[in-house]
């Protein structure tokens, strides 16, 4: 169990990074995500690594609650990740139940970074964002681009490279696979696969609860 405690510890540690990287980045393009939207919450295939649910499972048994959220798991038949708050009847509006203990997943997505086929980087920005700030979702897109020689030169997209202020220099978006690697370094074991959310979570919690049983039943021969 102190192996798991030390895992999450690190976890927490790479989680804190990410935040503040993949937040500043957000902010100083404007695509913050849009107040009480839970539409990627709410999506059937959020994938994620036990690893990523280890900090939040070691505090729902920390917390005496462990036994309990893998049974109400194991009989759950919804699609979505559990931990999410409706404030709608679609599931657009809503928030996360465990907010400080939300997989990496869930920090680094909304307006991010990553690799197309020929290696270039370009932005993956979700739905909701695009929708409610086309103009800054351009002017990222510009801001991303490697440098020019003549920025004056540069081509508009409509008009809106001419407010943006199109840079001599680009910005660099944070990668969500670079994210990813970094919290799977931590243990390959546990950090390397993949797993629709609430399961990744009854996984964690049926380690942490089987490692629990079985210490308890050492000590118990030991005190015999």
Do not use: W
Not at 37 to 43: I, L, P, Q, T, Y
Not at 73 to 100: H, M, P, V, W
Not at 126 to 131: G, P, S
């Amino acid at each position: 169990m102190n192996r798991l405690r030390e895992l999450s510890s690190q976890v927490m540690d790479v989680y804190q990074s990410l935040s503040q990287e993949f937040s500043t980045f957000q902010s100083s393009q404007s695509l913050n995500c849009v107040e009480k939207c839970g539409a990627c919450c709410n999506k059937p295939d959020i994938e994620v690594s036990p690893l990523e649910m280890l900090p939040f499972a070691l505090h729902l048994f920390d917390t005496g609650q462990a036994e309990q959220v893998f049974d109400e798991l194991e009989n759950y038949s919804g699609f979505a990740c559990k931990q999410y708050q409706r404030l709608s009847l679609d599931g657009t509006e809503g928030y996360c139940g465990i907010y400080e203990y939300r997989p990496g997943l869930c920090r680094m997505f909304g307006a991010a970074g990553y690799k197309t086929k020929s290696g270039e980087a370009t932005l993956s920005v979700c739905k909701t964002i695009k929708q409610a700030v086309p103009d800054k979702y351009a002017a990222a897109l510009i801001a991303i681009q490697p440098q020019r020689a003549d920025a004056s030169k540069a081509p508009l997209i409509d008009d809106i490279a001419a407010n943006s202020a199109v840079q001599a220099t680009s910005v660099k978006p944070p990668m969500i696979a670079e994210g990813r690697q970094r919290i799977a370094q931590i243990d390959y074991e546990l950090g390397d696969k993949l797993m629709p959310i609430n399961g990744a979570l009854r996984f964690m919690l049926e380690k942490i609860l089987t490692l629990s049983f079985y210490s308890q039943d050492i000590d118990d021969g030991v005190a015999a």
